[in-house]
Structures are given as C-alpha cells and as structure tokens.
Nanobody, 129 residues
Framework: QVHLVESGGGLVQAGGSLRLSCTAS????????MGWFRQAPGEEREFVAAITWNGGITYSADPVKGRVTISSENAKNTVILQMSNLRPEDTAVYYC??????????????????????WGQGTQVTVSS
C-alpha cells in the first residue's frame, strides 16, 4: 500500500508564496506520475500540475501556469509544488496523487483523476485578499 502525505499548506496573503510537499512511502514503482489536484468549497476537484518520476515531463493547468513549479526529489520520493503570486481563487484543499507503472504519458491522461492509483489526505491552502 502506497501512502502519500502532503504538507506545507497554510494561510497566506494574496501575492504570497507557498511550497507544498508530497512524500510517498511504500512500494513505489520505478516509473510513476505524481500529480497535484485541488478542490475548493462547493467545487469539483481539478488538476493543478503533474510530473513524471524522472522530472523529465511536467504539466500544469492554465489557471496556475506561470505561477507554479513542480519538481521532484527522487531520492526522497517527494514532489514539490512551489506556488507564487497566489490569489484568493487558489484557496482549496490540495491533494497529491500517484499513478504507478506509467508507460505512456500525455497531458490528456495526466489531468484525469481516474488515472491515479493513490491519493493523499490533502492540505489546506487559504489565500486572503
């Protein structure tokens, strides 16, 4: 069983930055895709960003493009989501998720919740205006 633990959420003023981390433990496959999603109150969960196991391919959603950077620290099985210039509309619970044994990667696949095998519990990000 793979476990994902997110950290780094909190309260920040608009224009500020946050660094979210997701650490995986358990039987992680040698090839995987790690994604970040978020869910605001009353809204559906939406894709934020994703990265392949080797950091070679990254994707980010249009609402956050240019404001987030996703990176991986393979030795620690950790993925970082660095967010800057945060806006009140970024307020949400942020979840990380992993798809094991990924062979073919595309943005069309990466944005789908149903692709991912395991999910973390989420970390709250609140951006005040």
């Amino acid at each position: 069983q793979v476990h994902l633990v997110e950290s780094g959420g909190g309260l920040v003023q608009a224009g500020g930055s946050l660094r979210l981390s997701c650490t995986a433990s358990g039987p992680i496959s040698s090839t995987y895709l790690m994604g970040w999603f978020r869910q605001a109150p009353g809204e559906e969960r939406e894709f934020v960003a994703a990265i392949t196991w080797n950091g070679g391919i990254t994707y980010s959603a249009d609402p956050v493009k240019g404001r987030v950077t996703i990176s991986s620290e393979n030795a620690k099985n950790t993925v970082i989501l660095q967010m800057s210039n945060l806006r009140p509309e970024d307020t949400a619970v942020y979840y990380c998720a992993v798809k094991q044994y990924i062979i073919i990667v595309s943005e069309v696949l990466a944005v789908r919740e149903s692709l991912y095998d395991y999910w973390g519990q989420g970390t709250q990000v609140t951006v005040s205006s």
